[in-house]
């Protein structure tokens, strides 16, 4: 019974943070200042490419560091 109260309110919580992340970045967007800001600046999505040689080699490092 306490372990249905307590995923009760983990459920709860999350869905009330996913109530409100959404409703601050649609708000923010939606604004003026939003829409002046991407105007002005432009919003870009930034696409980061990394290699498979490039994570090995940085593992590989952090690897070598730690023992």
Not at 16 to 21: C, K
Not at 26 to 38: F, P, Q, W
């Amino acid at each position: 019974m306490v372990w249905g109260t307590i995923l009760l309110w983990i459920v709860g919580l999350f869905v009330l943070y996913v109530v409100i992340f959404t409703a601050v970045k649609d708000g923010i967007n939606r604004s003026e200042i939003g829409k002046l800001i991407k105007t002005r600046y432009g919003v870009k999505d930034e696409i980061i490419s990394v290699s498979d040689d490039e994570i090995e080699k940085e593992l590989e490092d952090e690897f070598k560091g730690s023992v």
